[in-house]
């Protein structure tokens, strides 16, 4: 059983650009959750997501990020108009409900802005 | 809001030592807690969950304990080796479904030879 699987695990972008993270969850998995970890600091979570619903959004910033898990494919994290602020380690992970609700991580990508 | 806080942030100890890892939490209304590891530049391994009706998990030489009415849980490693060296973060979840974790700081952990 392949892990959660993110790519691409390195991006560099230029400020005013946009960048789209994508995670594929363990195979199975329907819930899927996004978390950021900027430079000396500790992941803060971002969104949740079920199959084409957004369940919790509270971490995320008001403007330009968004993010989707459609029924076919995997979740994208976009974010539009990149700044240098935007640079961070971006992790997905994912759970199966009904069990120990154990999250289990992606290997992150890396996003550098210029 | 909950708050998580790990004790101390960094570790430097000689291989063979046993050691504890310190976590506070200002909410005690959690619904679980798990230890993972981060190697630099790797994604994050989860190392134990304990359900908040637990009060402690053990997998080979960790032990992790929960005392949710003190709000606390202690991550213990025996016979450190230098594999053990990496940040070990402690995350919390609140509610009775699957939902989002609350990180703790971290602790850098060495291991020396």
């Known amino acids: 059983n392949a892990g959660v699987m993110q790519n691409p695990r390195h991006l560099v972008r230029r400020r005013g650009q946009e960048a789209r993270l994508r995670c594929s969850p363990m195979k199975g998995h329907s819930h899927v959750y996004w978390y950021r970890q900027l430079p000396e600091e500790g992941l803060k979570f971002m969104v949740y997501l079920q199959k084409e619903n957004i369940i919790d959004e509270s971490g995320m910033p008001k403007e330009r990020f968004s993010a989707e898990f459609p029924k076919e494919g995997p979740s994208i994290l976009r974010i539009q108009q990149v700044v240098r602020g935007d640079s961070a380690a971006y992790f997905c992970?994912?759970?199966?409900?009904?069990?120990?609700?154990?999250?289990?991580f992606g290997p992150g990508t890396r996003l550098l802005v210029l | 809001k909950q708050e998580v806080t790990q004790i101390p942030a960094a570790l430097s100890v000689p291989e063979g030592e046993n050691l504890v890892l310190n976590c506070s939490f200002t909410?005690?209304?959690?619904?679980?807690l798990q230890w993972f590891r981060q190697d630099p530049g790797k994604g994050l391994t989860s190392l134990l969950l304990i359900q908040s009706s637990q009060r402690e998990q053990t997998s080979g030489r960790l032990n992790a304990s929960l005392d949710k009415s003190s709000g606390r849980s202690t991550l213990y490693i025996a016979a450190s080796q230098p594999g053990d060296s990496a940040t070990y973060l402690c995350?919390?979840?609140?509610?009775?479904?699957?939902?989002?974790?609350?990180f703790g700081t971290g602790t850098r952990l060495q291991v020396t030879l």
């Open positions: 909410d005690s209304a959690i619904y679980n």
């Open positions: 992970a994912s759970s199966l409900l009904g069990r120990q609700e154990t999250q289990y």
């Open positions: 995350a919390v979840s609140r509610t009775g479904t699957a939902s989002k974790l609350t």
